[in-house]
């Protein structure tokens, strides 16, 4: 039996052995070009790359003119009919239009002044009474509506709930917490509120005056999920009784009297047995507008035809778009989230170039997509796969993933350090599965970690990336990662803490495990259903 027919009958002819050559365009993926590269896109000028601005348009630009500079296809067509890199979308949301708060001759702005929970939807700016109903609280014990009629009338409470001397809750007679009290009361006291009737509900915090300053900060940066993108023009879900954080001298202006008047009033009714009644009253006018905003963005693409097999085509993605600047005007420059993908795909897309210079290209076709909107929800990866494959899915046989790759996790510090999670390899394909397992072995050697590939896990890290986008589709992924850190989502993730020495072997795995996905006589059977 010749040396071939072993091969064969192990089972093994799936997995072309690696080359001199292939190791030699490996070896072009380089730490000093990943940083190179990097360096741009992780750069202040860049403002974070936020979807939708200026300077994730001007990424776009930069790995366009990367893809155009090594010579790959331009696939997308263009207004003026010729083809381009960067595939543009629409994306459209809701977000606050004129929101404020008035009360004599002051105005209240959102976020400056107030923060509000849940989505208020009052295009017509609306006056009401003001009422001071102590702590909100309805109960047998505690009832501070009893005898008040608060229909109509914007209704303004204290947050938490009264204790004893001892910290017992007037309400529970103990240490915990009643539904009305702790950090989640409001929901009570506000369902309560609009039972009643009140047309608006303002909840004193309780914090001081500058530790309600830092909780507006922290709030507002949470305020996102109430401009949240969608690639379709929709509804919400809207109310017409808003609810409100405001400050104690927000909450005087509002029931028209003076601050230490309303303190009194507040410290006479946190120290009283029974809920106390109290001649506290104004007027406030409120206007709450939602709008409809369109932004553009784009996907940039880069495309290697194939020889005998050009019509399946092979995946290689990462995403570009971070989280743009911070509201104290910090850049959050997402050097490893996820310019280190991004550089990556950039360095693996000139390896596969050199390679088919010299007459060993591809036998499949490979995409490098670099895709937007990441941040936002997958929304890039989902136009891609989801309204406008420029590859029909039919045809692609895999995508490798790569996003934060290059930084060491808390899990490893101190430990292995040639690490890379691996998740997704095993959820649709087996052979997929096995090739990136022994293409590691026999390149690389890196410690394949599979914490994250558990459908048990807490993190959920499979759904959290853009080849979940391909994988709901049936198509094999792979999504290389490695792990989270205290940068995540910060200003300090930034190029000068990334190891490239890690983030050049990690790249070269996927260039390794891509030219076998890419070579090899047989599609890669899916075959297995574990999502």
């Known amino acids: 039996m010749t040396f071939q027919q072993l091969i064969l009958a192990a089972g093994l002819m799936a997995l072309p052995f690696a080359s001199s050559a292939q190791e030699n365009f490996a070896n072009t993926i380089t730490a000093a070009d990943l940083e190179k590269h990097l360096r741009v896109l992780a750069a202040d000028d860049m403002e974070g790359r936020e979807t939708g601005t200026r300077g994730q348009r001007k990424a776009a630009e930069y790995i366009a003119s990367q893809f155009a500079a090594e010579g790959l296809k331009p696939l997308v067509k263009t207004t003026d009919g010729k083809l381009g890199y960067q595939q543009p979308y629409t994306l459209y949301k809701k977000a606050w239009g004129d929101f404020y708060v008035k009360a004599g001759e002051k105005r209240f702005e959102l976020q400056k002044d107030f923060i509000p929970n849940g989505l208020l939807y009052l295009p017509t700016e609306t006056t009401y009474e003001t009422i001071f109903a102590g702590y909100g609280i309805g109960d047998a014990a505690y009832d501070d509506y009893a005898g008040r009629d608060v229909k109509g009338k914007a209704v303004v409470i204290l947050d938490d709930e009264p204790k004893t001397a001892d910290g017992k809750t007037r309400v529970g007679g103990t240490t915990e917490p009643s539904k009305w009290g702790g950090p989640n009361g409001w929901r009570a006291k ?92 104004g007027s406030v006018a409120v206007k709450a507008d939602r709008i409809d905003e369109k932004t553009e963005s784009s996907n940039v693409l880069g495309f290697i035809e194939g020889t005998d097999k050009k019509d399946e085509v092979l995946i290689v993605s990462s995403h570009y778009d971070h989280i743009g600047i911070s509201a104290d005007g910090q850049i959050n420059n997402g050097a490893n989230d996820d310019g280190s993908g991004t550089v990556s795909v950039l360095e693996i897309a000139q ?43 039919d045809k692609t046989v895999a995508d490798l993933n790569i996003d934060m790759v290059g930084r060491v996790d808390d899990l490893h510090q101190g430990k ?4 890379i999670y691996v998740i997704g390899s095993d959820k649709l394909s087996s052979d997929l599965h096995k090739i990136s397992e022994e ?36 198509i094999p992924i792979i999504f290389y990662f490695n792990g989270l850190h205290d940068d995540y989502h910060k200003p300090t993730d930034d190029v000068e803490k990334i190891d490239f020495k890690l983030a050049e072997k990690s790249a070269r795995l996927v260039f390794y495990t891509a030219w076998e996905i890419a070579n090899r006589d047989q599609r890669l059977a899916v075959d297995s259903n574990k999502q």
């Open 351 to 393: 390896a596969f170039t050199k390679a088919k210079a010299t007459g060993k290209g591809p036998r499949r076709s490979i995409l490098f997509l670099t895709v937007s909107g990441e941040e936002k929800g997958l929304l890039g990866s989902e136009y891609y796969a989801d309204m406008s494959p420029v590859i029909p899915l």
């Open 439 to 474: 293409t590691n072995k026999k390149n690389i050697n890196m410690e394949l970690d599979y914490k994250y590939n558990d459908p048990k896990d807490a993190q959920r890290i499979y759904y959290r990336s853009d080849h979940y986008n391909f994988a709901k589709h049936q």
């Open 190 to 281: 506000s369902l309560l509120a609009k039972e009643k009737g009140a047309a608006q509900l303002f909840i004193v915090s309780a914090e001081s005056a500058e530790a309600f300053k830092q909780l507006l900060t922290q709030r507002s940066a949470m305020m996102g999920r109430f401009n949240r993108m969608s690639l379709k023009a929709g509804t919400e879900n809207v109310s017409s009784v808003g609810v409100f954080l405001i400050s104690t001298d927000m909450a005087a202006t509002l029931l028209h009297t003076p601050v230490a008047t309303l303190n009194q009033a507040m410290k006479q009714v946190s120290q009283s047995e029974k809920p106390g009644t109290t001649a506290l009253a």
């Open 416 to 419: 292995s350090e040639n690490y």
